[in-house]
């Protein structure tokens, strides 16, 4: 029973289109997160939820939109793609917003490429 | 803020024998766990060990242990009798609790090979 699942795994899509990634986790987490592994491997952090409430975003183009419907769910939405989005993201989830002694459990991330 | 350095893009082990990866950091933050991640080629992040800021031991996993010195703010991740499934990338991150509670900051990454 996968704990942090990403959808979809890849996903290869023109510039200029709207795509939408999907991340839910079953371990009843408080906070999630979304993380993007560019082509040199550094992996930086998006955005953070605590129980479905943005608490931060790290200076990302507002092209992205996260959106979290419950706390065992965080969606991201990406309009007007260009190529500089392609990039593995992660999505990941820890038990509460002050668990900076736990770690943090990834889903398997999603590659996405814009062509 | 919190940071964290790895210095190694790269390294090389013999296959059986033991390897250190460096770590270093900074941060604002009076209590904060370090944890490193281990991440293959098929690309998924598997969490191998955990040091939090007030434990006095190192962390032991298996084969793994966290050679943690809290005056010289190093977190080196040390693999005894490496095996070949070992070569993947490797990164230290850290998360505070007050200041920087909220997102894990992860180093660059060291890639290990291991030798047959």
């Known amino acids: 029973d996968t704990a942090v699942s990403q959808t979809p795994k890849y996903l290869v899509t023109q510039m200029g289109n709207d795509k939408s990634i999907k991340c839910e986790q079953n371990?009843?987490?408080?906070?999630m997160y979304w993380y993007k592994q560019d082509s040199k491997k550094f992996l930086k952090i998006m955005f953070s939820y605590n129980n479905k409430e943005l608490i931060i975003n790290e200076t990302v183009p507002n092209r992205f939109s996260p959106k979290s419907p419950d706390k065992a769910h965080l969606n991201l939405h990406i309009n007007s793609l260009e190529l500089g989005d392609s990039a593995v993201y992660f999505c990941?989830?820890?038990?509460?917003w002050g668990s900076g002694h736990t770690e943090a459990f990834f889903g398997q991330g999603t590659r996405l490429t814009v062509v | 803020a919190q940071k964290i350095t790895q210095t190694q893009p790269g390294m090389f082990v013999q296959e059986k024998e033991a390897v250190t990866l460096d770590c270093t950091y900074d941060?604002?933050?009076?209590?904060?766990?370090l944890f490193w991640y281990k991440q293959p080629s098929s690309g998924e992040m598997i969490f191998l060990i955990y040091q939090g800021s007030y434990d006095q031991q190192n962390a032991t996993e298996g084969r793994y242990s966290l050679n943690f010195q809290k005056a010289r703010k190093s977190a080196n991740l040390v693999i005894s009798a490496s095996q070949l499934g070992d070569s993947a990338m490797y990164f230290c991150a850290m998360r505070g609790v007050v200041t920087n509670a909220g997102k894990s900051t992860f180093g660059d990454g060291t890639t290990l090979t291991v030798k047959p």
């Open positions: 941060t604002s933050d009076p209590s904060y766990g």
């Open positions: 371990l009843g987490h408080d906070t």
């Open positions: 990941a989830s820890s038990p509460s």
